[in-house]
């Protein structure tokens, strides 16, 4: 990572072509409930950001009803969702993926980045497996620039008290990460040594594969804890899929039944991903404001 850049100069300028800035805002917590209307999407997966939307509609009449926000702020939010929805509900497949791609393209150059007078950890990212590479480089970069930026500029950009739900959703819904993430490296592990411990026992051939060719090998500087948390999460994940690699090898477990896993894993981690790179475009706002 060799170009210093100032955050105002270099990094603001990137949120026109991804989606409207002011025509989102995430001062909620998680939603209360989700409005029952055709799911549209930004081509990242199925439907996050419609999901996203509705939960901010949620959020809006929450914080109206409990008297945090008057009913013209509300009308306000909502109109931004609109904006928003209909955005989306109104390309065409082919540029929501090109979408999706440039965020990627973005996302990279944001880690090729150096932020003057931040304090970071360096860490070394190994994926070994390709279906996480996109979910990597499609958020990370966005959650990793937005958790510096909530500690900066979160209280002018938020308020005290919605920084505070903004922050604790996040906070609830990684720490609900890493328990699944745990328990399915847990169950992994366990499964394949009593499986290879098993098949030792009979005389079968094993096999033991591994990955010679990465799909991701790079290193990159954390700003926060948060964000080493999430790295945490998907290099454990991968050592997941090394598991289920072996399970696949050796005939105990359909590539099928190991997709369906990784799904899950995905569709879980999706919404960190939407409200993150969301919350990190409002954050932006007050960047170039200043």
Same mark, same amino acid.
């Given at each position: 990572?060799?170009? *210093?850049?100032?955050?105002? =100069?270099? !990094?603001?300028?990137?949120?026109?072509?991804?989606?409207?800035?002011?025509?989102? +805002?995430?001062?909620?917590?998680?939603?209360?409930?989700?409005?029952?209307?055709? %799911?549209?999407?930004?081509?990242?997966?199925?439907? @996050?950001?419609?999901?996203?939307?509705?939960? %901010?509609?949620?959020?809006?009449? =929450?914080?109206?009803?409990?008297? $945090?926000?008057?009913?013209?702020?509300?009308?306000?939010?909502?109109?931004?969702? *609109?904006?928003?929805?209909?955005?989306?509900?109104?390309?065409?497949?082919?540029? #929501?993926?090109?979408?999706?791609?440039?965020?990627?393209?973005?996302?990279?150059?944001?880690?090729?980045?150096?932020?003057?007078?931040? *304090?970071?950890?360096? *860490?070394?990212?190994?994926?070994?497996?390709?279906?996480?590479?996109?979910?990597?480089?499609?958020?990370?970069?966005?959650?990793?620039?937005?958790?510096?930026? %909530?500690?900066?500029? &979160?209280?002018?950009?938020? &308020?005290?008290?919605?920084?505070? %739900?903004?922050?604790?959703?996040?906070?609830?819904?990684?720490?609900?990460?890493?328990?699944?993430? +745990?328990?399915?490296?847990?169950?992994?592990?366990?499964?394949?040594?009593?499986?290879?411990?098993? $098949?030792?026992?009979?005389?079968?051939?094993?096999?033991?594969?591994?990955? =010679?060719?990465?799909?991701?090998?790079? @290193?990159?500087?954390?700003?926060?804890?948060?964000?080493?948390?999430?790295?945490?999460?998907?290099?454990?994940?991968?050592?997941?899929?090394?598991?289920?690699?072996?399970? !696949?090898?050796?005939?105990?477990?359909?590539?099928?039944?190991?997709?369906?896993?990784?799904?899950?894993?995905? #569709?879980?981690?999706?919404?960190?991903?939407?409200?993150?790179?969301? =919350?990190?475009?409002?954050?932006?706002?007050?960047?170039?404001?200043?």
């Amino acid at each position: 990572m060799s170009t *210093a850049t100032n955050e105002e =100069t270099n !990094v603001a300028g990137h949120a026109a072509p991804e989606l409207d800035s002011n025509a989102e +805002d995430v001062t909620g917590a998680a939603g209360t409930g989700l409005a029952t209307v055709p %799911m549209v999407t930004d081509g990242a997966d199925d439907g @996050e950001i419609e999901r996203e939307l509705s939960e %901010m509609e949620a959020d809006a009449a =929450t914080l109206q009803r409990e008297g $945090m926000i008057s009913e013209q702020e509300a009308a306000e939010k909502r109109e931004q969702v *609109a904006r928003t929805r209909k955005f989306f509900r109104d390309l065409p497949p082919a540029e #929501r993926a090109a979408i999706v791609q440039r965020r990627r393209e973005i996302g990279r150059q944001l880690m090729e980045r150096q932020l003057s007078g931040a *304090a970071v950890v360096k *860490a070394a990212v190994r994926l070994n497996h390709t279906r996480l590479k996109p979910l990597f480089e499609q958020w990370w970069p966005y959650l990793n620039r937005m958790s510096i930026n %909530m500690q900066r500029f &979160g209280r002018s950009t938020f &308020g005290a008290q919605d920084q505070g %739900m903004v922050t604790g959703w996040f906070e609830k819904q990684v720490a609900d990460l890493e328990a699944y993430v +745990d328990e399915q490296l847990e169950v992994a592990s366990g499964f394949r040594q009593r499986t290879q411990a098993e $098949m030792t026992g009979r005389g079968d051939v094993v096999f033991v594969p591994t990955v =010679t060719l990465p799909s991701l090998d790079i @290193e990159v500087e954390a700003y926060s804890r948060f964000s080493m948390r999430l790295l945490s999460l998907l290099l454990k994940f991968d050592r997941v899929m090394d598991n289920f690699d072996f399970l !696949v090898w050796n005939g105990i477990r359909d590539q099928s039944d190991m997709d369906e896993e990784t799904s899950r894993f995905l #569709r879980k981690f999706h919404p960190v991903g939407v409200r993150g790179y969301m =919350t990190h475009l409002r954050l932006m706002t007050t960047v170039r404001g200043r």
